[in-house]
């Protein structure tokens, strides 16, 4: 099946500062996701991406779809204590039946 | 977005026995999907669960290990039979969105401690 490469693994920032990380594929997507999870919590829903090349914002953070549609990035500005979390992007795989989510980037921000 | 609970949140079971986790949503909806997350790993489904139709699952689950029910369209449980520690693991439940399953919802999970 599909597999979604994201990096960086892990990151330590300091408060205020921006992060930026990405997922890439082999293979061609129509539709990238990016979820946050919080510990004891269940992934939720940050941005939706449906066309290539397309920008997306909610507040702080932004993503975008790459226009070869084999990648996506997520930048979060000024990063603040509430931003911890792991992040994972998603996309639907070719037969479009499910899900195929990366690998996750922990995100530890530090005051 | 759907609002999902799910039942228990977290529970500690001995090998050998089983347990039903519960996945409830406040509408209706068509498909409902069952991921593990083992300790500190990526998500990983399970099975998709359609009302009135027999759960698909995926490569490496099985029925007799994993059965599910989905009675009704806002409803579905998940059962881990005969565990061992390695079924220790986070257990989601999501719904599609509106987009069906270009976009889904998920539940808090359920954390499982098998000893």
């Known amino acids: 099946g599909q597999q979604l490469n994201q990096s960086p693994q892990s990151m330590f920032i300091q408060e205020g500062e921006d992060v930026s990380m990405n997922c890439t594929s082999s293979s061609i997507f129509n539709t990238w996701l990016w979820y946050k999870q919080e510990p004891g919590e269940g992934p939720v829903l940050l941005i939706a991406?449906?066309?290539?090349?397309e920008l997306t914002s909610n507040g702080r953070l932004t993503a975008q779809f790459g226009i070869t549609r084999k990648d996506s990035f997520l930048n979060i500005s000024a990063s603040i204590p509430s931003d911890v979390g792991i992040y994972f992007c998603a996309g639907p795989d070719g037969s479009a039946r499910q899900l195929t989510f990366g690998s996750g980037t922990q995100l530890t921000v530090l005051p | 977005s759907a609002v999902i609970s799910q039942k228990p949140s977290r529970d500690i079971c001995q090998r050998g026995t089983s347990l039903t986790i519960q996945c409830q949503v406040d509408?209706?909806?068509?498909?409902m999907f069952w991921y593990r997350q083992q300790p500190g790993q990526s998500l990983t489904l399970i099975a998709t669960a359609n009302q009135g139709s027999e759960a698909t699952y995926e490569s490496g689950f099985v029925i007799d290990k994993f059965p599910i029910s989905r009675p009704n369209l806002t409803f579905s449980t998940l059962t881990v039979s005969n565990m061992s520690p390695e079924d220790s693991s986070i257990y989601l439940c999501s719904v599609e969105g509106g987009r069906g399953v270009d976009e889904q919802f998920f539940g808090p999970g359920t954390r499982l401690t098998v000893l």
């Open positions: 991406l449906y066309k290539a090349g």
């Open positions: 509408s209706q909806v068509t498909m």
